[in-house]
């Protein structure tokens, strides 16, 4: 580490005793001294009251918020010298000074223990609150310089996981053709590795558009938001889970009418997918040929009196063997795995589907039973609610 020589130590010395600049401090005795000697002469004239010396305070106070605690008590040494230069100049040299306290304390030093303790007190002040404006002003140029990393980071990861997503859309659409071409092969090791190698493209096209709907959870615009039926959202899921649902043999259980709700209709469309594919992946038991019964349903509306509004409560249910008890306060977390087989897990979606619950001024959870599978649920707000927040 560099050392500082004498001279630059008595500089930065200086600087961290003045709040201001040393050569702007030292101006300002010097202005002020000069004003309150030109002031105090006048005054004289017109009143031969020392209490006008009282005006010594008002500098003091001044050069103590401009420059600090130790330019205040400067200020009040020179700003009294220039009180006795000015008492001293003709005509007003043989002007008596006046003593109180039983002619024992005079009224000079009264003065100077004023100016004295006004500096002290003042600087002090102004050293807090120039060190409090120097911190917020700090903290804005950090949250501005994060808030711009945060910016470009978004951007920088929109845009690899974009370039991601295209070659591996068409590599897993390449392993889809190769499966179909070996379909009437007999060579099953082969299929067997096309499979995996496309079940894991698969996996990594999903994990991406997570990633880029967990992006464009904080960017979207509340004005997006309004009243909509959720029988669209429903319906919009089951249809990208068609596939899914028709070679799993899974039966859907819902009701002819759904409720409308506030809030944005694409995120609750992927909520929906979120919580059907788990109940899918989970739903049934492949040893006892227990094939995914899925049902799908809502509450009656319950009124939150804080938010000042009715909320539903939408859930989806499975024929499952249930999550372990000690799992299920971990469920909604990011990047939480429940399951190591060969199930994928229930990972990063749990925790994408609580963000996008969130901003609409929702709730998620899980009532689980073992025996007799989990239900999957999440609340949303019938209108707008006065607590939205996103």
């Known amino acids: 580490m560099k050392k500082l020589s004498d001279g630059n130590l008595f500089s930065y010395n200086l600087k961290k005793i003045f709040i201001k600049p040393v050569k702007k401090v030292l101006i300002d005795l010097e202005v002020f001294c000069l004003i309150n000697l030109v002031l105090i002469y006048c005054l004289l004239f017109i009143t031969h009251d020392t209490t006008v010396a009282m005006l010594g305070v008002i500098w003091v106070a001044i050069i103590a918020w401009r420059g600090g605690v130790y330019a205040g008590v ?12 000015a008492i001293n100049i003709p005509p007003h040299k043989n002007i008596p000074i006046q003593y109180y306290f039983d002619n024992r304390i005079p009224g000079f030093i009264i003065g100077v ?4 303790v006004t500096g002290l007190i003042v600087g002090y002040i102004s050293t807090l609150f120039h060190k409090l404006r120097e911190e917020i002003s700090l ?61 894991g493209t698969k996996n990594m096209i999903n994990i991406i558009e997570s990633i880029l709907l967990l992006a464009g ?10 009243v909509f039926s959720i029988s669209k959202s429903v319906e919009a899921a089951l249809k ?12 859907i259980v819902k009701p002819d009418k759904w409720p409308s709700v506030f809030g944005f209709a694409p995120w609750i469309t992927e909520v929906w997918v979120n919580y059907i594919s788990n109940a899918i992946k989970y739903g049934g038991s492949p040893v006892m040929n227990i094939k995914p019964v899925i049902e799908l349903g809502y509450d009656k509306p319950e009124i939150n009196r804080a938010a000042k509004s009715e909320y539903i409560r939408f859930w989806v249910k499975d024929n499952g063997e249930g999550i372990a ?8 977390k990011e990047f939480t795995r429940l399951h190591t087989n060969e199930q994928e897990g229930y990972g990063l979606g749990l925790s994408i589907v609580k963000s996008i619950i969130e901003k609409c001024s929702g709730a998620v ?7 007799k599978g989990s239900l999957f649920f999440f609340t949303l707000p019938t209108k707008m609610s006065q607590k939205t927040d996103v």
Do not use: W
């Open 113 to 116: 223990s004023q100016c004295l």
């Open 217 to 226: 959870i904080k960017k979207i615009d509340q004005n997006k938001f309004n």
């Open 240 to 251: 990208r889970l068609d596939y899914n649902i028709r070679i799993n043999d899974v039966k």
């Open 74 to 85: 400067l200020g009040c040494v020179l700003i009294y010298i220039s009180n006795f230069a």
């Open 365 to 371: 959870g899980v009532e689980n039973n073992v025996e």
């Open 325 to 332: 008890g000690d799992k299920v306060a971990t469920l909604f």
């Open 139 to 199: 903290r804005e140029k950090i949250q501005k310089d994060l808030e711009q990393n945060i910016a470009e980071l978004d951007a920088f990861g929109h845009t690899v996981a974009h370039d991601l997503k295209n070659p591996l859309t068409v590599v897993y659409m390449s392993i889809s053709s190769l499966i179909n071409d070996f379909e009437c092969s007999n060579d099953v090791k082969t299929k067997k590795k096309l499979s995996f190698i496309n079940d």
